[in-house]
Every structure is written in C-alpha cells, then in structure tokens.
C-alpha cells in the first residue's frame, strides 16, 4: 500500500508564496513516479508536476514551469512544491499522487492509483 499525505495549503494574495509537502509511505515500487495536480473549483485535476522517485528527473507543464519548482527529500521521505507568483487561478485543491512509474508527458490523472486527500490552496486578488 501507499500512503501520501499533503500539507502547506493556505489562503495568500497574488504574486505570494507558498511551499507544499507530500509525506510518502508505502511500497517503493509503486512511488517510483511522483506527482501533483491541481483541481479548480468545477473543473478536472489538472496536471502541475511530476519527479522521478530515483535520480530526481523532473518534469513540468509550461503554465508552471516558471513559477512552480518539485523536488524531493529521500530522507525525509517527503515531495514538495514549490509554488512562487502565485496567481488566482492557482487556487484549488493540490493533490500528490503515485504510480510505479511515468507513463507519459503531460501524464493523466488516471495514470495514477493512489492518491493523497488533498490540501487548499486560495490565492486572492
């Protein structure tokens, strides 16, 4: 089994800051492709970024690439993002999620089986 735990969401204006984690537990092989996606309200999980559990390869779309950095703490077991110049159309949902590995690029969400509950993200103007 796999277990991802989100935290770091919060409320801050536009052109903030804010730093998100992703505690992983679980079976290795299935965390070997890591990733976040955003939801907006009424719309689908949109992919933001992605890392590979071994060697650190990251992978972006370029609405983020920018302003959006992923990386990881082996140690710690743990995946952030890195998320700067925030703007209001980031605000939503932000949720990590594992699979045994990276199919594609941009991946879909259902190239994922096991995900995280999510943490708020709400970026004001």
């Known amino acids: 089994q796999v277990q991802l735990v989100e935290s770091g969401g919060g409320s801050v204006q536009a052109g903030g800051s804010l730093r998100l984690s992703c505690a992983v537990s679980g079976n290795y092989i299935r965390t070997y492709c890591l990733a976040w996606f955003h939801q907006a309200p009424g719309k689908e999980r949109e992919y933001v970024a992605s890392?590979?559990?071994?060697?650190?390869?990251?992978h972006y779309p370029a609405s983020v690439k920018v302003r959006f950095t992923i990386s990881q703490d082996n140690a710690e077991n743990t995946v952030y993002l890195q998320m700067n110049s925030l703007k209001p159309e980031d605000t939503g949902m932000y949720y990590c999620?594992?699979?045994?590995?990276?199919?594609?690029?941009?991946?879909?969400?259902?190239?994922?089986?096991?995900w995280g509950q999510g943490t708020q993200v709400t970026v004001s103007s």
């Open positions: 890392i590979h559990n071994d060697g650190g390869a990251t």
């Open positions: 999620a594992a699979a045994s590995r990276c199919l594609r690029f941009p991946p879909d969400a259902a190239d994922f089986p096991d």
